[in-house]
């Protein structure tokens, strides 16, 4: 190995594949998903494949035996190597340790991130070309979970053919769970004293025909039965087969002596050229993992070679065998074993693990959801850390601590089911929702667009179970643009609606005065009546003790905040100090009587105030909340929880559920969504949060409702 190092030899070039970004920018990383085969290499020869690395970030152990690697030789028509890629790289059991053999090796990265790396240094030579595939394959029943894959190809390149004698690399995966008990006497015992005098029935790890040598075993127990297991013997036979050749040309003393231990190795070892590089429990029992080079030592054939060994003296042991032989040889290469889908390959792992990998997918969908949301760095780090801790506690086998940490970082909100409502006009949009008497009421402005339209017209429609809905009033005025309809459920247990009325001269606003109209019932509705005085943008109202509470914006741009003992008079109680352009607001109160507003703002950072008073609702205190929100809503849950709803404009506009306090905004969830969008309405109703909103996602402006569970 080390004699090519000072050899200066001309005709030969060396260079690298990886994962590298082309764009030159930093995502120098694939990304999988679930179904999808990529092609890591393909180069002409004659060459050689000196080293193969590859890492992923906080993937699941699941993955290890999900990803298969098959690489092909010279233009064959099966590949030389198939295997899982974790045990491949003597990953025992979807479980990374440490490895530091000569062949292979496996080390650790941040334990934040819960990355490895995986080395794998058997030469791998071609004569004509090269090709290697990554095949990621879907575990069905478990959530679709995308990843990052790094990787480095290192190879070299000839001017000269490869010699005759050369030849190519293979690996092969085999799995027996469980393995049979032969004998009468009862299985799983370590002092059994029955006899093997062929080798029939051992555990094969490799049936190899042609002419070559065996280089390396990657063996994986899973102790089922307890006990010392490892009086198993190798048994090799080479030109030759169990039954016909007795005794085999290698026959050895017992398990641990082929993986280089003393006698019933309790602790893990790794070394160059031997290991056991996973011991469980030091009693035996549960999962172990060894491993054999055979670099000084091949095992040479010339017509075929099969390596076995007894699962416990004489095959008395029923447990889980798994295994990766490598070698050389020329070719062709006997049929591999049919590879077992990605479920069947898995180890046997209790019920609780899959719960838990679930709950690491949902979690992950999650913070990836937030971080489109653009979600409050501070909140993102604390998920985060959660989130390790998670893959930590599942790694560890602490399934219980897993989720628990998983879904105490993901404590989100989980969209139940979306449908849309209503399209019926050209442009559907502003939307508000109440539940009145066992209804459901949605009501928005019908128009020909967003604005500058035909005269905009306010649509209530009602339902009873949220999914069949039907109209119930028209309101319009002629010469005047309708539009903002917020409903609220006055003292007196009627419905109130409350819409801007504004009038344009083209493109040019000339006035503008709020009306409100309403209802007994919900389905029989007043006329529409002016309130405040021309110019007012009364945006919202909200009943607090038996007074309405609102905030409009005049056309000297100031903001008031109004109140009313019957929504149609009004008196105003303060300005609002809030610079930067300042329009839609809303305004709530707490359980105690503390006002919250939300105020959209158009100037400055643009990024939304949440300012918050006691009565009588005259002094003010301001935070700005670090996003910008456009139609901005909020609720105040029954146990004082608050979640707020508007136009995100991180990245495209989309409507997105968020985190609210008077100090807090942070967004969660983006409902599905796109262009001209949001407006939401929100309603509480058995357990559930109600969220009306218009998007143009599907075409034109329409009426969307969801129905989300909030944690």
């Known amino acids: 190995m080390f004699d090519d190092l000072y050899r200066v030899s001309s005709g030969t070039r060396t260079y690298r594949r990886s994962s590298w970004d082309r764009s030159g920018a930093n995502h120098d990383f694939l990304d999988l998903v679930p179904g999808e085969t990529v092609t890591l290499l393909e180069v002409d020869g004659p060459g050689k494949v000196t080293h193969v690395y590859w890492t992923t970030i906080s993937a699941s152990r699941f993955h290890f035996r999900q990803l298969v690697l098959r690489a092909s030789w010279d233009g064959e028509a099966t590949p030389s190597v198939e295997a899982p890629l974790g045990d491949l790289f003597c990953i025992p059991h979807c479980t990374p340790v440490p490895v530091r053999s000569l062949c292979a090796v496996v080390n650790p990265g941040s334990s934040g991130l819960l990355s490895w790396g995986s080395n794998l240094y058997l030469p791998m030579p071609f004569a004509s070309s090269a090709r290697i595939e990554l095949t990621y394959e879907a575990i069905p029943g478990m959530p679709a979970d995308g990843m990052a894959f790094w990787y480095h190809i290192e190879l070299e390149e000839y001017d000269r053919p490869l010699a005759t004698e050369v030849g190519r690399f293979h690996a ?11 004998g009468q006497g009862a299985p799983d015992v370590s002092g059994w004293d029955g006899l093997n005098l062929d080798g029939a029935e051992n555990y ?152 838990a990998d679930a709950a690491r997918i949902r979690c992950r969908q999650t913070l990836d959801q937030w971080r489109k949301a653009g979600a409050d760095e501070r909140a993102m780090e604390r998920a985060q850390t959660r989130w390790q801790a998670g893959n930590r506690a599942l790694l560890e086998g602490r399934t219980e601590d897993a989720i628990a940490a998983f879904e105490s970082a993901e404590r989100k909100p989980r969209l139940l089911h979306v449908t849309k409502i209503w399209d019926q006009a050209q442009h559907n949009a502003f939307t508000d929702l109440v539940r009145f008497r066992g209804h459901w009421y949605c009501t928005f402005r019908e128009g020909e667009r967003h604005v500058y339209g035909k005269d905009g017209q306010i ?44 009038v344009y001269e083209g493109e040019v606003l000339r006035t503008r005065q709020p009306r409100v109209a309403t209802s007994t019932d919900g389905q029989e509705w007043g006329p529409l009546r002016r309130i405040l005085s021309e110019g007012e943008w009364l945006w919202r109202v909200t009943w607090h003790r038996g007074r309405a509470y609102g905030v409009s914006r005049g056309l000297d741009r100031i903001l008031r905040l109004f109140a009313s003992d019957d929504g149609l008079d009004y008196e ?140």
């Open 172 to 182: 092969q995966w085999r799995r027996e769970n469980l393995t049979r008990h032969m």
């Open 204 to 355: 094969v790890a490799l049936e190899a025909e042609g002419c070559g040598q065996m280089v390396g075993l990657h063996l994986q127990v899973d102790n089922v039965g307890g006990g010392w297991y490892g009086e198993g013997d190798d048994m090799v036979f080479v030109d030759g087969t169990p039954g016909e050749q007795w005794p085999p040309v290698y026959h050895g003393t017992g398990s641990e002596e082929v993986f280089g231990g003393g006698a019933c190795p309790n602790q893990a070892y790794s070394g160059p050229y031997t290991g056991f590089h996973m011991v469980e429990h030091p009693d035996f029992a549960g999962k172990s993992a060894m491993y054999r080079w055979y670099l000084v030592d091949p095992i040479r054939f010339e017509r075929s070679l099969v390596w076995t060994i007894e699962h416990g003296h004489a095959n008395n042991y029923e447990n889980d065998y798994t295994s990766v032989a490598y070698w050389y040889q020329t070719e062709p290469h006997a049929p591999f074993p049919v590879l077992p889908e990605a479920r069947a390959r898995l180890p046997r792992f209790p019920e609780s693990v899959f719960k």
């Open 459 to 502: 649509r209530i429609v009602a339902s009873e179970d949220g999914r069949q809905w039907h109209s119930v009033a028209l309101l319009a005025e002629d010469g005047v643009d309708l539009r903002d309809p917020k409903l609220s459920i006055t003292p007196q247990g009627g419905l109130m609606v409350l819409a801007g009325g504004s």
């Open 572 to 711: 105003p109680l303060c300005h609002l100090d809030v610079p930067g352009e300042p329009n839609e607001t809303t305004l709530r109160f707490t359980a105690d009587g503390e006002s919250i507003a939300l105020v959209r703002r158009e100037g400055g950072s643009k990024n939304a105030w949440i300012g918050k008073s006691t009565s009588p609702y005259v002094d003010w205190h301001w935070h700005e909340a670090g996003y910008r929100v456009g139609g901005p809503n909020f609720i105040v849950l029954p146990n004082g929880d608050m979640w707020a709803a508007g136009r995100s404009y991180v990245g495209e506009p989309t409507t997105v559920l968020s985190r609210f306090g008077p100090e807090t905004y942070d967004p969660v969830l983006v409902l599905p969504s796109g262009g001209d969008n949001s407006y939401p309405g929100m309603a509480w109703h058995d357990g559930t949060l109600w969220l009306s909103y218009y998007s143009s996602h599907e075409g034109k402006a329409s009426i969307y409702l969801a129905e989300i569970a909030l944690p």
